[in-house]
């Protein structure tokens, strides 16, 4: 059985401004969600000799 109402899920990454927006029909409601152009990832030194 289905409850005839469409879901959507969004992650962390879409702002809850936007969510509610969606909701209200504001804004369109994207097919696929964007994609960041780059991340937080980098190197940590793990020597011994770092100080």
Not at 16 to 44: E, K, S
């Amino acid at each position: 059985k289905t409850t005839g109402i469409p879901i959507h899920v969004f992650g962390t990454e879409t702002h809850m401004t936007a969510i509610v927006g969606m909701a209200l029909g504001h804004r369109p409601i994207p097919n696929q969600p964007p994609v960041a152009a780059h991340t937080a990832n980098f190197l940590l030194n793990t020597s011994a000799s770092a100080a």
